[in-house]
């Protein structure tokens, strides 16, 4: 080694504010028994999609595979569903014959689950928010909630008390839920994604550069990312893995810490190749590389 050359950990890299201390994946994916069937590593139901937005589900629930999860089911209005369905044949589609998310058909759905995430891709609508809450309300399993399911919880903040539940709303949204605007220094942060976890009794990952994440008492913060990651579906694809890991039986601080470094790292890596070219579908397929480097 030359004199004066000096070599980081292993479990570090640098970026040009020092060095990134990296989360260590084999805790959350230790080796699996030779005997594992199907099943025994989690099925999430992902609700959303609307007459326009069917993309978000592909994303979401194909990043719930990718993170591990044995089978993700997609709940959504029939024209969304018919396009999940012909994107990818690893995904199982259940159409509805509404424009929002059936809630009986979801409930059923979950008595066999073990994780949900919903909100994605629903249009604004008073009955679409009553189907949401109604599924937020009757569903046991650990929950993901996204983009409409955070507009239709904004007005009912009880819904969820006593329930295992992660809200990932960006900036927009925190505002939403909050009554307020997303403060700007790193301090300010954090104390507003903590303050937000206690007001809703649930973990909180407010997205962005970086992503703050906090369940009310503990607070962690993600530099990973690329500020080529602009485009729709990241979101979605967070969503998808913090769900698989929630089925997978963690709790929603660690599922929201290990989705928030998969999907940064696999964005860094994207882009680095890609630079603005850099979509979301490419990040996807990054994510596999992420987690196997373990």
């Excluded at 909050?178 to 104390?191: L, Y």
């Excluded at 530099?223 to 967070?238: E, F, I, N």
Aim: charged residues 20%; hydrophobic residues 40%.
């Amino acid at each position: 080694m030359p004199s004066g050359q000096k070599v980081l950990p292993s479990n570090r890299t640098m970026t040009r504010h020092g060095p990134k201390r990296e989360l260590n994946l084999r805790g959350f994916y230790p080796s699996r028994p030779n005997d594992a069937r199907k099943g025994d590593f989690g099925r999430v139901v992902v609700c959303g999609g609307s007459e326009r937005y069917a993309g978000c589900l592909a994303f979401g629930s194909l990043a719930a595979l990718r993170a591990g999860a044995d089978l993700a089911i997609v709940v959504a209005p029939k024209r969304a569903a018919d396009i999940v369905a012909g994107y990818s044949p690893d995904l199982i589609t259940v159409p509805c014959y509404s424009p929002f998310p059936d809630p009986n058909t979801a409930i059923e759905l979950l008595e066999k689950a073990d994780a949900l995430v919903i909100g994605c891709g629903i249009t604004r609508s008073p009955e679409s928010h009553k189907a949401l809450m109604d599924i937020i309300q009757r569903c046991k399993a650990p929950m993901v909630l996204d983009a409409e399911a955070l507009h239709a919880l904004a007005a009912n903040p009880e819904s969820i008390k006593g329930k295992k539940a992660l809200l990932t709303p960006n900036a927009g949204e925190y505002q939403v839920l909050s009554g307020e605007s997303w403060p700007p220094t790193t301090d300010t942060k954090t104390t507003a994604v903590k303050t937000l976890a206690k007001q809703y009794d649930a973990t909180v990952i407010v997205k962005g550069a970086p992503d703050f994440i906090s369940d009310g008492e503990q607070t962690y913060v993600d530099p990973r990312g690329s500020p080529y990651m602009t485009k729709g579906g990241y979101g979605d694809l967070l969503a998808g893995v913090a769900g698989a890991h929630l089925a997978r039986g963690r709790n929603p601080f660690d599922a929201a810490k290990v989705a928030a470094f998969i999907v940064g790292r696999a964005g860094e890596l994207a882009s680095s190749k890609l630079g603005e070219s850099t979509l979301a579908s490419d990040v996807l397929m990054y994510l596999s590389l992420v987690i196997h480097s373990r």
